[in-house]
């Protein structure tokens, strides 16, 4: 499904070249949930924005492939990732009020996905994404369809971005932190509710958080990050019963 090879990201300046992400390997399997975890500044979320092509200059991938389907996702012109990104290939990201626009409503947001991907009526695409809210758990969904994201608390838009990053059935899911701006009743649910959905449709997902319990709780395999390396690497009984680093 994805197989990430020594990647390396730097950050490009006069002087000196940052590398933050140091020679990464990771694979995901089909319908696999692999935990990426590792303390803020590890290079989590720029190998994950990697593999959408999302990181903006001065970051840049210098070396290293990234392989969807095995194509390297890296040579891909605008046009194709633009196919990829939110169909095939879709992300939660870690502060969702910061992630929605504000000055449209939830249904342009949802609408506005959905026929640019799938090519459906506008109404094919209200319906289906009420059809998402609701099994994103959002109460009295044909109204609060019509809200503005400052409408909503942080659980409900963490809700819509779910909604919105499964509204075309994507292969692989990418949540960065996807509890990080929620209180912590919320953030149970919304754990439950990725998880329900990833295997009720037999998704990939790659879950990237610096909680080690709940990548033992939810993920059948963990890679850990370290100062931009992957210092452990395999299944979650392999990791936890006998780490191999002392970080």
Known sequence: MLHIKNLEIIIENNNDNLKPVDK???????????????????GKSLTALSILKLNNP???VSSGQIEYKNENILNYAD??????????????????????NPVFRISDQLINIYQTHMKGSKKEAFDK????LKLVNIPDPENRIMSYPHELSGGMCQRVMI???????PTLLIADEPTTALDVTVQAEVVDLILSLVKSRGMSCLFITH??????????????????KIVENGTIKEVFNNPKDRY
């Open 79 to 100: 046009t194709e990732m633009k196919n990829i990104r939110g169909k095939e290939i879709s992300m939660i990201f870690q502060n969702p009020r910061e992630s929605l």
């Open 163 to 169: 909604a919105m990053a499964l509204l075309c059935e």
């Open 129 to 132: 994404s009420i059809e998402m």
């Open 211 to 228: 909680d080690l319990g709940l990548v033992y709780q939810i993920c059948d395999k963990v890679a850990v990050m370290y100062q931009g």
């Open 58 to 60: 001065p970051i840049k």
């Open 24 to 42: 990464v390997s990771i694979k995901i399997n089909k319908g696999e949930i692999l935990g990426l975890v590792g303390e803020s500044g590890s």
